[in-house]
């Protein structure tokens, strides 16, 4: 062999190292979130850019991104050194497969959301990461009629009962506003909200004498509702109108009334019940894979992504709100200033009760809703006996989670196997 060749051959060895080394060394953080090109750029040049390490962040679909971890966990080794996704993907998983981070030194500010990151367990199976949620929100001249020794950041459902009947009698009006429009997220109030609120329980409560009350309690609640609601959708809309005062929505759908009027809303965390505060959290965390190649380095990420200052570049990337105790900059939208206080208040309330997104539902999610919708409109819209209609909608709900084989979700008591409802 000739200097020459040897010399070639001498740098393709080490450019072959340090290319194995660089890919070793860059942490490959695998998510569900932030899928939008624009989002996963944003993800890159704003909130990973301040890690003192390299990320390669490839965000995906549901499908690809279970194929691919399953894929190397079964071969027992792989890349994948973070995983980002939403409880129920967490959920799913054997929580073997997850490194212990419990001694990470980070955590949510809510321990109703570190609970459900230990998935069932004793220990930190994932690290929550961000959250979005539904609240409350309400037109300032409505504040006067609040009743009296009532906290709106600590209401119950009775407090907002004989608040709606305050304002109803003092207007003339029923200025109580409900997503019950065609393209409402009605179904999600009943199943993260009413439900835990009242039954602590979504799908094993569904029929029970505790569902009964909740249904009698929402009927109050109806008589001081806009009989419009029935065609309100983003309750934004009807914030700006005036068509109602207080109401309930997602926090994307409130958005325009406070970015357009900041100083005509507030927006507060929904009421409790019996059984706790019901919210529904969209909750996503960052786990490691055991199989991940260098788990000192990936813990590092997942610290980092619940630093401050990662948690409000994040929140200006995705709209997702933090999970850690953080001042919130001066510049963000009013919108998000609102809701961001309203969702941190009700995650850490002392009586949180979340009940979580439905999970393992595949393709019949939407018969699932379909169940709850069609109580409402039996129970409120048509009069009907409300013993009666869970009767009959409890048969349909059966149906559902047996054909799926889907295990129950918090608030729901685990189950092995297809979650019973009792």
């Not at 390299?54 to 194929?67: A, E, K, R, S």
């Not at 809510?110 to 309400?138: C, E, H, K, R």
């Not at 009964?212 to 009927?219: D, G, H, S």
Request: hydrophobic content about 45%.
């Amino acid at each position: 062999m000739t200097v020459k060749s040897k010399l070639a051959t001498a740098v393709s060895a080490i450019a072959f190292t340090c290319t194995a080394y660089t890919a070793q060394a860059e942490i490959l953080f695998w998510s569900t979130q932030a899928k939008p090109v624009e989002e996963a750029q944003a993800m890159r040049e704003q909130v990973l850019a301040g890690f003192s390490g390299d990320v390669d962040y490839q965000p995906n679909d549901g499908g690809p991104w279970v194929t691919r971890l399953n894929a190397e966990l079964s071969a027992g080794s792989g890349s994948i050194g973070v995983l980002g996704a939403l409880h129920g993907d967490f959920a799913a998983m054997d929580p073997e497969n997850l490194i212990d981070l419990s001694d990470l030194g980070v955590a949510s500010a809510s321990d109703t959301f570190n609970n459900l990151a230990m998935l069932g367990t004793d220990t930190m199976q994932y690290i929550p990461w961000m959250q979005a949620s539904y609240i409350m929100a309400a037109n300032r001249e409505a504040l006067q009629y609040l009743p009296d020794g009532a906290d709106i950041n600590a209401l119950t459902y009775d407090q907002l009962i004989e608040w709606a009947a305050n304002v109803h009698e003092a207007t003339g009006e029923a200025k109580f506003g409900f997503p019950a429009g065609p393209d409402g997220l009605k179904h999600r109030f009943f199943q993260g909200y009413l439900y835990p609120s009242f039954t602590d329980g979504v799908v094993r409560t569904f029929a029970s004498d505790a569902a009964v009350n909740a249904w009698e309690t929402f009927a109050r609640l109806w008589e001081h509702t806009n009989p419009a609601s029935t065609n309100f959708s983003f309750m934004q809309e009807q914030l700006l109108s005036g068509d109602a005062w207080i109401v309930f929505d997602h926090t994307s759908r409130l958005a325009n009334a406070f970015n357009e009027r900041p100083d005509d809303f507030v927006a507060f965390p929904a009421p409790a019940g019996p059984t706790g505060r019901g919210f529904m959290p969209v909750l996503a965390g960052v786990a490691i894979p055991a199989t991940a190649p260098n788990i000192d380095e990936a813990r590092a990420l997942v610290s980092y992504m619940l630093e401050p200052e990662t948690q409000i570049a994040t929140l200006r990337t995705t709209n997702f709100f933090p999970v850690v105790d953080v001042e919130l900059p001066d510049d963000l939208p009013p919108s998000v200033q609102a809701a961001g206080s309203a969702i941190a208040a009700m995650s850490g309330s002392p009586d949180a009760n979340p009940g979580l997104l439905p999970a393992g539902l595949g393709d019949r999610g939407g018969d699932f809703n379909r169940v709850f919708v069609d109580s409402f409109e039996r129970i409120i819209l048509g009069g009907q006996d409300i013993r009666a209609v869970l009767d009959d909608q409890k048969a349909t709900l059966a149906a559902i989670m047996t054909d799926t084989g889907a295990p129950c979700w918090a608030p729901d008591a685990p189950s092995d196997g297809a979650c019973p409802v009792e």
